[in-house]
């Protein structure tokens, strides 16, 4: 067996729980550490998963400890400075998505992981959902034929206690964004993925029906043209009630691939007899096998389907979405810097 992963969590909120359940589940990785700007926090998270050390302070976390990786729950206007100090202390990184809150932010990430040489991985876990992960193969497969459109739909409930327990998450200046940055850029992620091609340009619509209150979106709709002419239709909410199953389908030349994710997330195709793949690394959930597969990235040299530069497609897509919803106009999308 290789040798244990010894990982720190830096952000000991709800999906940082789940991610140290999960740790605790995997006899490959071991959790050294754990860090919350609110050290009580920290302590009775460290508690709960057994953890030997708790920080309030991140540099001093990176460095005290020895360590193989660093996973990030943080605020998304912490991403960039958080994921930056641990590139230049050598140190391997998963982080919640986004990348960061700004594509500029992203891009710089990008380039400074690759010049350090340091493995920069993000959390979109729907890549590694059994359903979504079936829906995207068959595509690249090109079991579907040529790919003509997408369409997903999140439709999520939040209520006001979502932005009262976590007041950044309505503050545009430090989210990015609301239900199409931090919910619905999961499914356009998988999307973009399933399609394989560059994002072109974007229309999006936004609205804040129900939480007036907060600066950042609660509805957000929105149409992509990619560069090999197929186009996405996507949807998010925060006010859908109750909340429904998030949904994808996608239409291709020789059929169509259906995914949902209730009862159980699954996929079922229409036309083509599909060869049913399977995602590329163990567990019971999507987040469970994401972080299984990065274990495999840092300690076994087996690929990660999101390492940084994957994930900037998707921001800039939602950049060109926000851009389209303030001009009223197409928005072009160029993933090259100062485009």
């Known amino acids: 067996m290789s040798v244990p992963l010894r990982l720190a969590i830096t952000g000991c909120g709800e999906i940082g729980r789940w991610m140290a359940l999960f740790c605790r589940l995997n006899r490959r990785i071991r959790l050294v550490a754990c860090c919350d700007r609110q050290r009580p926090v920290a302590d009775a998270f460290a508690a709960r998963f057994r953890i030997p050390r708790a920080y309030d302070d991140y540099g001093a976390l990176l460095e005290g400890e020895r360590l193989d990786a660093v996973y990030l729950a943080v605020p998304h206007d912490l991403h960039f400075e958080m994921v930056v100090a641990a590139i230049e202390a050598g140190v391997p990184v998963l982080v919640e998505k986004p990348v960061a809150r700004t594509l500029d932010e992203g891009r710089e990430i990008v380039r400074r992981a690759g010049a350090a040489k340091v493995r920069v991985g993000v959390n979109y876990q729907y890549?590694?959902?059994?359903?979504?992960?079936?829906?995207?193969?068959?595509?690249?497969?090109?079991?579907?034929?040529?790919?003509?459109?997408?369409?997903?739909?999140?439709?999520?409930?939040?209520?006001?206690?979502?932005?009262?327990s976590g007041p950044w998450r309505g503050a545009l200046a430090r989210s990015g964004g609301g239900t199409l940055l931090t919910q619905g850029s999961h499914a356009l992620d998988l999307l973009l993925w399933a399609l394989d091609s560059p994002p072109r340009a974007a229309t999006g619509l936004t609205a804040q029906p129900g939480l007036s209150k907060v600066e950042v979106e609660t509805l957000a709709l929105g149409a992509v043209e990619l560069e090999s002419g197929a186009l996405i239709q996507i949807s998010s909410s925060m006010v859908a009630r109750p909340e429904q199953a998030v949904t994808m389908e996608l239409y291709g030349e020789r059929g169509t691939a259906l995914y949902s994710n209730r009862p159980w997330p699954h996929a079922r195709f229409r036309g083509p007899r599909v060869r049913r793949r399977r995602p590329p690394a163990w567990g019971v959930h999507a987040l469970q096998r994401s972080l299984e597969a990065f274990r495999a990235w840092i300690v076994d040299d087996r690929p990660y389907l999101i390492p940084a530069a994957e994930a900037l497609p998707v921001l800039a897509t939602v950049e060109a979405l926000y851009r389209s919803a303030q001009s009223g106009k197409v928005e072009p999308i160029s993933l090259n810097r100062g485009a």
């Open 127 to 164: 890549r590694y959902d059994t359903g979504c992960y079936a829906l995207a193969q068959a595509a690249r497969q090109g079991e579907l034929g040529e790919l003509y459109y997408g369409r997903c739909n999140v439709p999520w409930h939040r209520e006001a206690d979502y932005f009262a």
